[in-house]
């Protein structure tokens, strides 16, 4: 398997600026998560999507941040507008179904800087 | 409320010695307990976790981790360290009920030959 895909694997763009960050989860996966890191914060949830239905959003830091999973093998991250303090590093992972109990795979990640 | 201690930032260690990672939580029940490790540039890599049972888990790459409830630790242990093992480890604890798992700011494990 090729485990999770998540591209860019590095973005740099300016403030105000829109940004759409994708995830591509392992075939037959259930659960799919969005994770934010930052030297200050460490690693955070952002949101998590159960058969592509949103879940618990709560992690999601205000308005201007926005996932969607149209369908079981995508989802997106989008940031509009940008901002100097979204900079951070963006996790995807996936998790198979049978519970909180499964393993989280992680994506390599993708580095967001926004100037 | 719930949270995750990881005390060492930054741990230096020679190849070949033992290592022990230390992971303190704070959480009103019997949590689920799992130990990631991050290389550089990479994602997180599951090493090993714990939900009942054995309070020694095994994990992959040599990995061990043991739960003490009465010390609210769930430490990780290898007995001989190699170089590839330098990354950056973290400790997540799994709240009931949900996958809002908290993790740990990390400690950076850094070996020397």
């Known amino acids: 398997d090729a485990g999770v895909i998540q591209s860019p694997r590095h973005e740099v763009t300016e403030m105000g600026q829109e940004v759409t960050l994708r995830c591509k989860p392992i075939?037959?996966?259930?659960?799919l998560f969005w994770y934010r890191q930052t030297m200050m914060r460490g690693l955070e949830l952002l949101i998590y999507f159960n058969n592509n239905v949103p879940i618990d959003d709560s992690g999601m830091p205000e308005d201007r941040f926005s996932a969607k999973m149209p369908n079981a093998s995508f989802s997106t991250l989008k940031i509009q507008p940008s901002e100097p303090r979204d900079s951070a590093v963006y996790f995807c992972a996936s998790s198979p179904v049978g519970g909180r109990t499964d393993t989280q795979y992680f994506g390599p990640g993708t580095r967001l800087t926004v100037l | 409320a719930q949270s995750v201690t990881q005390p060492d930032i930054h741990i230096t260690v020679s190849e070949g010695a033992s290592l022990e990672l230390r992971c303190n939580y704070s959480y009103g029940a019997t949590p689920y307990l799992f130990w990631y490790v991050q290389s550089p540039g990479q994602g997180l890599q599951l090493l090993l976790k714990y939900f009942s049972g054995d309070t020694l888990v095994q994990g992959i790459k040599g990995f061990e981790a043991e739960f003490k409830r009465s010390q609210s630790s769930f430490n990780l242990r290898k007995p001989s360290v190699h170089w590839s093992d330098a990354a950056e480890y973290f400790c997540?604890?799994?709240?009931?009920?949900?996958?809002?798992?908290?993790f740990g700011t990390g400690t950076r494990l850094k070996v020397l030959a």
């Open positions: 075939s037959g996966h259930d659960y």
């Open positions: 997540a604890v799994g709240p009931s009920g949900t996958y809002k798992y908290i």
